[in-house]
């Protein structure tokens, strides 16, 4: 399973909007051949802090999402809403196995 997390710092006045956005793409990326999962969670001491978990079956599938028009919208829109640029990290999932 491919992993990647995805940590994103967002201006607080852009918190909803935000997250509104990250829905849609969420709600569009669980439905996407290979994805296992799509979380996206806020932290809870730095309420502008989000952390997406996207872990996929392949290499290929996190890519193809990355080609998706939802994933183009998603970062379209909220890329003026970042305080900083987003970082990405990959992870080889080791447990659970599919």
């Known amino acids: 399973m ?7 710092s967002i201006k607080p ?7 509104a ?9 669980i439905r996407e051949p ?13 309420p502008y802090r989000f952390l997406l978990y996207e872990a996929y079956a392949s290499a290929e599938d996190a890519a ?7 994933y183009f919208k998603w970062r379209e829109t909220v890329q003026p809403m970042m305080e900083e640029p ?9 447990f659970p196995k599919d």
């Open 2 to 8: 491919h992993v990647t997390l995805v940590n994103v």
């Open 13 to 19: 006045e852009y918190i909803e909007d935000f997250i």
């Open 21 to 29: 956005a990250t829905r849609e793409n969420h709600e569009a990326s």
């Open 34 to 46: 290979g994805n296992r999962r799509f979380d996206v969670l806020q932290s809870g001491q730095v």
């Open 64 to 70: 193809a999402h990355r080609q998706t028009p939802h």
């Open 86 to 94: 987003r970082t990405g990290i990959v992870w080889n999932a080791l």
